[in-house]
């Protein structure tokens, strides 16, 4: 087998003209967040690699060395602790990445379930359902999250399923929506027919064909995600000290804002900022690459 043939079969349908993937490489800002978001995933798995204090990192304080300005021995300085910012700022990270991926994981799997019945049975099963879903959706998802974060206390779990809590509505009109138009094409009518149950129609017909507008929007919430875990670390709802998480970072550096310490809540505000960012323009490249409407919209 020749390596043009290898080529063709592993990057053909990346190359392909007119493919999903051919506008979504096209997409330049879409390119270059995914570029970004790779780099920040290896820091936070490659973290204790990247840094020669990764126990300060963890949360080993070192008080000799407090409120150190950038230098070459800490390129992002010290915090009133010691510990070096460039290795808290990687292991907060791996906490920041893990909370939006649970957050996401958690509201799409409820909210697409829940969706699905909805959709495929319809009657009172969508009735109670729906409700349901419009009393969450009349709460600011927000206000929902530090509500329920408050009565639950602050954890780092605790404060996965608050958020999760808030958002999983959203995944839940979406499906629904979807899945009231599957259940009358003709496949799913051909196997109703054949006598394949209802919740293996829904397994193997409806479930596989939601997947791409979930996979959109979770792209889109993963940023948001973040910055809300980060808010409510902020707040003292959320990962609580010595774990490094980007919220408590902020929380920790602004009281030192006016006293030139800038450094202590800068590098990790910018860190939340960015990541969401790309996050937020990853899925609008892919809404775009993969709705025909909109292709080729952004260069």
């Not at 009518?189 to 959109?216: F, K, Y």
């Amino acid at each position: 087998m020749t390596t043009a043939t290898l080529r063709q079969r592993w990057f053909g349908s990346w190359a392909a003209p007119g493919s999903t993937a051919w506008y979504f490489r096209r997409d330049r800002m879409a390119m270059l967040s995914l570029i970004f978001l790779l780099l920040v995933l290896l820091g936070a798995l490659f973290a204790p690699l990247l840094t020669p204090y990764p126990e300060q990192g963890r949360g080993e304080p070192n008080i000799a060395e407090k409120f150190q300005p950038p230098s070459l021995a800490h390129p992002l300085g010290t915090d009133a602790l010691g510990r070096d910012m460039w290795a808290r700022l990687l292991f907060g990270a791996r906490t920041s990445l893990t909370v939006g991926l649970a957050v996401v994981a958690l509201s799409a799997l409820v909210g697409t379930l829940l969706g699905a019945l909805a959709g495929y049975f319809g009657g009172w099963i969508d009735e109670v359902i729906m409700r349901i879903t419009d009393i969450f959706l009349a709460f600011p998802p927000l206000l929902l999250a530090i509500v329920v974060a408050t009565a639950l206390g602050p954890s780092l779990r605790n404060m996965v399923l608050a958020i999760a809590l808030s958002w999983w509505p959203w995944y839940t009109r979406i499906v629904r929506g979807q899945a009231v138009s599957l259940r009358e094409r003709n496949f799913v009518e051909a196997a109703r027919s054949m006598g394949v149950g209802d919740l293996t129609i829904i397994r193997r017909h409806i479930l596989p064909n939601v997947l791409a507008p979930v996979g959109v929007q979770a792209t889109l919430d993963l940023g948001a995600a973040i910055l809300t875990a980060a808010g409510l670390s902020f707040l003292g709802l959320g990962t609580q000290p010595p774990t490094a998480d980007w919220g408590v970072m902020v929380n920790e550096g602004r009281q030192y804002m006016l006293s030139g310490r800038w450094w202590i809540a800068t590098f990790a505000g910018l860190a939340i900022f960015l990541t969401s960012m790309a996050f937020n323009l990853l899925g609008d490249g892919a809404r775009d690459a993969a709705d025909p409407r909109t292709r080729g919209g952004r260069t």
